[in-house]
């Protein structure tokens, strides 16, 4: 039996006592933020995040937010990790900004690349095409068991044209740039004196200080009958009614932040993380018995549902995340996507640690 398999093993087992604990008893511990100011005012579009203790992931609990099971079963077991404080972007990169990236360097993206031979030996050529995946509603109610039903392969989608060649994005600057995919993100933070953030960091600054609660911003899905992110509302996938506003991606900042000034950090647009993805990483740092300092993820990705895939963390969930199938807008959950594809719900935003001098894009 190979070590890779012996862990995902592991991983459900150590699931499977956390559910054995009970409804009466809890895997987080508070939260220890650290207590030292930031060292510099924050970079402009930036908060600062003060670093800390905390426990990282989700509990089984939370599997009773969603219809479909499994939504928190590689985001067990909650463990404890530790950060460093850092900057973190209020919002989401948006299309301005990804656009004043685009003009000083003309960069082209994945999704505006048409895929190679090599790439694709036995790929007909008239498939090796530029594009990219765009979500599309389905005309009745189906069965949530095959995701093809709703993604299609659109030539000529890519960031400027979100759904198609149809589409564009004038009027839609303070947009979340989306079809991004992860070297695409890590392109634009290398050239804005930043990077993306661990998944670690991403928790930390998502939970705001808190610990334990199921969203960003507490422990009801609409305090008040308030929303409080932009999910998906009504059948999914046919129709997402807006309920919460928008029926579809939303401009950043049209609801209120986080503990700590983030914006959209649950819902809208998936953020890539930096760590590679494997369904047994908490485990694997759960067995180590030990506080896990600044951790920067697995050294290689191993996802057994599709092994020849490089996949990194999504985090935050989107505007299609629904109670219906996908509730990974829950603050502990985890997404996953190979590192070359992009798609109109993904997105991302910076960190800039904090011994990093602050500098303008060039």
């Not at 003309?106 to 690349?113: K, Q, S």
């Amino acid at each position: 039996m190979n070590t890779s398999l012996l862990l995902v093993l592991a991983t459900l087992f150590l699931t499977s006592a956390a559910r054995a604990e009970g409804p009466a008893r809890t895997p987080f511990q508070p939260t220890i933020p650290n207590t030292k100011p930031a060292p510099s005012p924050p970079p402009q579009g930036m908060v600062w995040i003060p670093g800390g203790e905390f426990s990282m992931g989700s509990d089984a609990k939370d599997e009773s937010l969603c219809e479909q099971p499994g939504v928190t079963r590689d985001a067990q077991p909650v463990h404890r990790v530790y950060v460093d404080g850092f900057f973190m972007d209020q919002t989401e990169v948006t299309n301005e900004a990804f656009a004043a990236f685009v003009a000083a360097t003309g960069y082209r993206t994945i999704a505006e690349i048409a895929p190679t031979k090599e790439e694709f030996p036995t790929a007909p050529p008239e498939n090796l095409v530029a594009g990219s995946t765009v979500f599309t509603p389905t005309e009745k109610p189906v069965k949530l068991d095959n995701y093809f039903q709703w993604w299609r392969y659109e030539v000529g989608a890519d960031w400027r044209h979100p759904e198609g060649p149809q589409s564009d994005i004038k009027g839609r600057e303070k947009f979340p740039v989306v079809q991004i995919a992860y070297p695409d993100a890590a392109a634009y933070a290398k050239w804005a004196g930043k990077r993306l953030p661990t998944e670690a960091e991403w928790e930390f600054a998502a939970r705001g200080g808190t610990a334990g609660l199921p969203y960003s911003w507490g422990s009801e899905l609409k305090p008040g009958g308030k929303w409080m992110a932009n999910i998906y509302e009504g059948s999914f996938p046919v129709k997402d009614s807006g309920e919460d506003g928008f029926p579809g991606l939303a401009p950043v900042s049209q609801f209120p932040p986080n503990a700590y000034g983030l914006f959209d950090i649950s819902g809208n647009a998936w953020e890539w993380v930096s760590d590679w993805y494997r369904p047994d990483t908490y485990a694997r740092r759960k067995l180590l018995g030990t506080i896990e300092r600044n951790p920067q993820g697995p050294k290689a990705p191993y996802d057994p549902a599709e092994p020849s895939e490089k996949k990194r963390v999504h985090r935050g969930g989107s505007f299609l995340c629904s109670a219906q199938y996908c509730t990974r807008y829950l603050v502990g959950t985890r997404g996953k996507g190979e590192e070359k594809t992009a798609s109109n719900h993904v997105g991302f935003r910076c960190v800039k640690p904090a011994d990093v001098p602050a500098t303008p894009p060039r």
